[in-house]
């Protein structure tokens, strides 16, 4: 792994504590409502939860290209991909699987916490034995070879309308994945915080009894 790029993440860490609905209500009182994936992203395995630093893919489908030219590049991508980062992909396909068994061994080894891809996954059975976190849109064994290139790195890429950098961070669960901006990450994960903090306060005041609309009135949270 290269040193200058991996990092640890404390905020990933913090945020993968929490959930998404908390993410979201945090936001949304912010000012930014729509930082929420398409509800199709979903998680190869929906006990899991995922939050870090987002590193961006894109690329496109080029039938063009050999085998041997179009695994090249894709080991690059595997190469490229900081260790303590979670990779998002926005490959401009519907047609094939943007993730495998291999890849996910190689990102599991270069300590990448995690994969999302606006397309397909295979090997998935393989991927969960081993516990990588991937999120996609599809499943199919149809690979990338002779016909997908990657072709962004660290560049902006847009999925479903939401725009994502390089440096944004993601928590993601099995109610669905959201953005948020790299310029509030502090503040956002300290409100997310406060918010379960809170809602703890709300759910054991009802467990012993209190009417909801009390606790609401005195919490000022539901």
Same mark, same amino acid.
């Given at each position: 792994?290269?040193?200058d $790029?991996? /990092?640890?993440?404390?905020?990933g ?6 959930y998404?609905?908390?993410v979201?209500?945090t936001?949304?009182?912010?000012g930014?409502?729509d930082q929420?994936l398409p509800q199709?992203i979903?998680?190869?395995d929906p006990?899991r939860?995922?939050a870090g630093?987002?590193?961006t ?6 039938? $063009?290209?050999d085998?041997d030219?179009t695994?090249l ?6 190469s490229?991909? !900081?260790?303590g980062?979670v990779?998002?992909?926005? !490959? ?5 699987a943007?993730m495998g068994?291999?890849?996910s061994?190689?990102?599991t /080894? ?5 994969y999302?891809?606006d397309g397909?996954?295979r090997?998935?059975?393989? &991927?969960?034995? &081993?516990?990588f976190?991937v999120?996609?849109? /599809?499943?199919?064994?149809r690979d990338?070879v002779?016909r997908w ?6 560049e902006p890429?847009v999925?479903?309308g939401?725009k &994502?950098?390089t440096?944004?961070y993601v928590m ?8 948020? !901006?790299q310029q509030i ?5 300290d409100?997310?915080?406060?918010v ?6 709300v759910r054991?005041?009802?467990l012993?009894?209190?009417d909801?609309v ?5 919490y000022r949270k539901?």
């Amino acid at each position: 792994m290269n040193a200058d $790029t991996d /990092y640890h993440d404390t905020y990933g860490d913090r945020l993968e504590k929490c959930y998404s609905g908390a993410v979201y209500d945090t936001l949304r009182a912010m000012g930014l409502p729509d930082q929420l994936l398409p509800q199709t992203i979903r998680s190869l395995d929906p006990e899991r939860v995922l939050a870090g630093r987002i590193f961006t893919v894109s690329g496109h489908v080029d039938t $063009t290209l050999d085998a041997d030219t179009t695994l090249l590049e894709w080991t690059k991508l595997l190469s490229r991909a !900081p260790g303590g980062s979670v990779v998002f992909c926005q !490959p401009n396909d519907s047609t094939l699987a943007h993730m495998g068994d291999l890849s996910s061994e190689a990102f599991t /080894y270069r300590g990448v916490r995690g994969y999302l891809v606006d397309g397909g996954c295979r090997d998935s059975s393989f &991927i969960l034995k &081993i516990g990588f976190r991937v999120w996609c849109r /599809y499943y199919t064994p149809r690979d990338v070879v002779g016909r997908w290139v990657a072709d962004g790195f660290g560049e902006p890429i847009v999925i479903g309308g939401v725009k &994502i950098r390089t440096g944004d961070y993601v928590m993601a669960d099995r109610d669905g994945a959201v953005i948020i !901006p790299q310029q509030i990450i502090a503040e956002v994960t300290d409100r997310v915080e406060e918010v379960s903090r809170s809602e703890n306060k709300v759910r054991t005041a009802i467990l012993k009894g209190v009417d909801p609309v009390e606790a609401y009135l005195k919490y000022r949270k539901f």
